[in-house]
Structures are given as structure tokens and as C-alpha cells.
């Protein structure tokens, strides 16, 4: 059951309900991005909508930046839990991809922001790190803003943004790659499994290639990241090239980027998205369970909005 409110659960006229839905996609996406995971954002909207029906509203200058500051709170709080659930998680963890609209392909910062790659990055940073970094880069929100939200002073907060900046240029790819550039090599890429040629996988995986997979301990995947070419190349044709159910691999765009949908005998199995770098792919991202495929069903509509500070 979707919690997120409507308008048509309240009167239309609610000063309440039509703020909140005005803005429901942008204070998901920033839940998205600092929790990587929808469910989690779902709730976080949840906790989000039940604060704001309690706040008087002619107290409050900026209602779009009232709403973002209660998101990233109740998105801190959750995070906070998350990394409990995280490190008993079996396998490796990887974020819960989207299903996304075209104009989110179109956007080149907001599906940059979203790619699998990034979210991996931000993963790496500490709960208020994310906080900082997500608000100050992908939405431009005043430090000043970001300081009322994680409970910090402007100062501490400019320090924290730059150290945060400086961890995630470190990581993040050298640059923005083209959808078109990408979509070419995971062509490449479906035609080598397809053919199950070794050569013509080799040829379209860089040589520091990493593959990670996330079967949650619900379908198998690989308990540790796999690296180096050779290897991720025996990998995927000793898994998907020699499954004795027929398998087909179709193209779809995930995060506002180019993915793979796989299907064994006409279910679901997983989303394959990838970074790519020179032509060739250097990371690969294979969702596998199940939990957390409900989102490559439908459409998740994102956006960075305009101006969100206060």
C-alpha cells in the first residue's frame, strides 16, 4: 500500500495537503538520495507528512524549505537505524533501483546525482556527511538551511560540505559519461551474454572492472566484489550464459541511466546497471533480490527542483 498522501484523500482546499503534494517528488528524491533505498524514503515521507499537518502554517516564511528540513531529519533518523539493518545484511548491499521517466535521463546533474555508481559513493560517507553533500550539491540549499537541518552551526556545516566534497571527488567517475555512450557499451555488453563469447565480453569490460551483486540471501550472488576483467567475464557467462532457464536481457533506464532488465523463463530476476568509463564498462551493478525490485515495475518520478533554500 502506497502511504504517501493524495489529494484526493483530503479537501482539495487544505493549505496542507497541497503544499506536501506540490512538493512529494522532490523531498523524495532527497530522501532517495541520502537513504538509497525507496521503501525507506516512503516511510521517511510518511513520518515527514505527519509532522506537517501538526505545523502552523503562518508561522512558516518557506514551505517547500519547512519540508525539506523535516525530510532530512526524519532521513538522518533513519539512516541512523539503517546502518544496524546494513551491516547484518548478507552479501553485499546495493542500493534500490528505479524505474525512471525520460526526463530524468534528460536531466544530466539529477540522473547523475541518482546513478548506482554515485549512491555507492554517498554510501561511503557518514550519515550527516549525506545529509550535507546531497542538500548542498544536488539541491543548492543554503548552509544556512542545511545548518537548521542536521542541528549544526553554518560554520561546522561549510567544513563538513568541503570535507564531504573532497571523499566523494576521490570516487566518483572522472566525468559525466553520455546516456548514448553508456547505452553503447551495455549493448555491447547484452550481445557478448547473448553470444556468450568470452573475447567480446573482454573487449567491452575494462581491465579494473568491479562487479558487485546484491541477492539479499534470497538469490545467489557473489559475497564479495569481483575484480579485474578475466574474473567478472567468467562470472557472468559461468552464471547467466550456462542458467539452464532461458534468459533475456533487455534494455531499460534505471536512476535516470541506461540498465539491463534480466528475466530467467519470464520472471524477473534482476537490474544490471553500470558505470562506464572510455567506452568500456569499470563497474557493474547486478540487483537481485527480490525485495528489492518493486520499483523497476513502475515509473519513479525525481527531481531536483528549483531554488529549494530558504
Not at 518557506?62 to 523535516?70: C, P, Q
Not at 569490460?205 to 551483486?213: C, D, F, G, N, T
Request: aromatic share 6%; hydrophobic share 45%.
Amino acid at each position: 500500500m502506497d502511504p504517501r498522501p493524495k489529494a484526493s484523500d483530503h479537501d482539495a482546499t487544505d493549505p496542507a495537503t497541497e503544499t506536501f503534494v506540490a512538493h512529494r517528488n522532490l523531498l523524495f528524491t532527497v530522501a532517495y538520495e541520502m537513504l538509497g533505498s525507496a521503501a525507506d524514503a516512503e516511510d521517511v515521507l510518511q513520518e515527514t507528512w505527519l509532522r506537517w499537518v501538526k505545523v502552523d502554517l503562518e508561522q512558516v516564511r518557506d514551505h517547500r524549505a519547512y519540508l525539506v528540513r523535516i525530510t532530512t531529519r526524519q532521513s538522518l533518523n533513519r539512516l541512523r537505524s539503517m546502518k544496524r539493518r546494513k551491516e547484518a545484511y548478507v552479501g553485499q548491499w546495493l542500493p534500490e533501483p528505479l524505474l525512471t521517466a525520460p526526463d530524468v535521463a534528460e536531466d544530466v546533474e539529477l540522473a547523475e546525482s541518482v546513478s548506482m555508481a554515485m549512491m555507492l559513493v554517498l554510501e561511503t560517507l557518514s550519515p550527516t556527511e549525506r545529509a550535507v553533500f546531497v542538500l548542498r550539491e544536488a539541491f543548492d540549499v543554503s548552509y544556512d538551511e542545511i545548518a537548521a537541518a542536521v542541528d549544526k552551526s553554518p560554520v561546522a556545516v561549510r567544513q563538513i560540505a568541503h570535507r564531504a566534497r573532497q571523499h566523494v571527488d576521490a570516487r566518483r567517475p572522472r566525468r559525466v559519461v553520455s546516456a548514448s555512450e553508456t547505452r553503447a557499451a551495455l549493448e555491447s555488453f547484452q550481445r557478448a551474454l547473448a553470444t556468450g563469447d568470452p573475447q567480446s565480453l573482454l573487449d567491452v569490460l575494462a581491465p579494473e572492472v568491479v562487479l558487485m551483486s546484491d541477492g539479499g540471501g534470497l538469490k545467489k550472488a557473489a559475497p564479495r566484489p569481483i575484480s579485474g576483467a578475466d574474473k567478472v567475464a567468467r562470472f557472468m557467462l559461468g552464471g547467466l550464459g550456462r542458467n539452464e532457464l532461458p534468459i533475456t536481457v533487455a534494455p531499460t533506464v534505471v536512476n535516470g541511466n541506461p540498465a539491463l532488465l534480466v528475466h530467467l523463463d519470464g520472471e524477473m530476476d534482476g537490474v544490471m546497471a553500470a558505470c562506464v568509463e572510455d567506452a568500456r564498462i569499470t563497474g557493474l551493478y547486478y540487483v537481485r533480490n527480490p525485495e528489492k525490485l518493486n520499483r523497476v515495475e513502475f515509473e519513479t518520478s525525481l527531481t531536483l527542483g528549483s531554488d529549494v533554500r530558504g
